[in-house]
């Protein structure tokens, strides 16, 4: 199986697409292997034609780490951690509208989310990816040295809160408004991805509520200034689903976009949410 992997790069930042596996069956250890190499190279990979229950769905995650319950976004019913993400021909928002790292509201981020495709609108629907290495390195030496000494607050009270943009009722999603009970998590500025040792942006516009020290409002010109920076064309790319299409990315070191531009249609994905292995764990501390 591991000699019919094919991986081919499909963007200059970030992006290669596999083929020559079924990620429905219960694959070897090597294979694994390949896979999350691949993912923490190309820092997103995606498969096609797959045909993935919940069940298989979770199986394939959890090969990578605990599967991540989400704290606000409802699961299925038999499968909490396989999280449907929909939006109905009468909704006028979507799921992960805009950029963002999945769980950097955690005290320990997830790792990585598998996106698997039930159905697609005719057009549009397509997920946006932008590489916060490329985005670390484009930077200055004087910059990143500033950057690096650094650490960021992180909480979900702009999206889960009462009124938060990602609670925003949703005809097929059970969202719960965090009121309140969210908490506020410190991470650094600069990741450093503790599988490749590459260095990352890790601030995020959905997510990072200010520099840890600051002031919100002393934050908000260097924080603005990375969010405008990190999205720029040059480390992004893009990726356009059709039924069975699998998309999995590295939140270490990814942002992404669902575009909603698809009115009037119905758009239904499943995501299982990959945390990190108990060992290794870092060093976010909880904010006062
Ligand atoms: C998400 O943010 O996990 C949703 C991405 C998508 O639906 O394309």
Not at 93 to 106: E, I, K, P, R, Y
């Amino acid at each position: 199986m591991s000699q019919s992997l094919n991986i081919r790069r499909t963007a200059g930042a970030l992006g290669a697409e596999i083929t020559g596996v079924d990620l429905s069956r219960d694959l070897s250890d090597p294979v694994i292997a390949a896979i999350r190499a691949a993912l923490v190279e190309h820092q997103v990979i995606f498969f096609r034609d797959q045909s993935l229950s919940p069940a298989e769905q979770g199986r394939f995650g959890a090969r990578f780490g605990p599967l991540n319950i989400h704290p606000y976004v409802a699961g299925m019913a038999d499968y909490p951690a396989v999280m449907e993400v929909i939006k109905e021909p009468q909704d006028k928002t979507n799921f992960g509208g805009g950029w963002h790292s999945d769980m950097s509201f955690l005290a320990r981020p997830s790792i990585g989310s598998i996106l698997y495709a039930v159905e697609v609108p005719a057009f549009g629907g397509d997920t946006l990816f932008a590489s916060q290495a490329a985005a670390f390195e484009a930077l200055s030496a004087g910059m990143q040295a500033t950057l690096e000494g650094l650490n960021a607050v992180h909480g979900a009270s702009t999206q889960y809160g009462p009124g938060g943009i990602s609670s925003r009722k949703r005809s097929s999603m059970v969202i719960a408004e965090a009121d309140g009970l969210e908490g506020e998590f410190v991470h650094p500025v600069v990741l450093i991805h503790p599988e490749s040792g590459r260095k990352a942006l890790y601030v995020n516009p959905a997510f990072t509520l200010r520099i840890d020290g600051w002031t919100a409002r002393e934050s908000r010109p260097l924080l603005d200034f990375l969010f405008q920076h990190s999205r720029h064309e040059a480390y992004t790319c893009r990726f356009n689903w059709a039924p069975g299409s699998v998309a999995f990315w590295d939140n270490r070191s990814v942002w992404h976009y669902a575009l909603n531009d698809y009115p009037g249609q119905r758009r239904h994905m499943r995501r299982v949410t990959v945390d990190p292995w108990p060992e290794a764990v870092a060093t976010a501390v909880a904010a006062e």
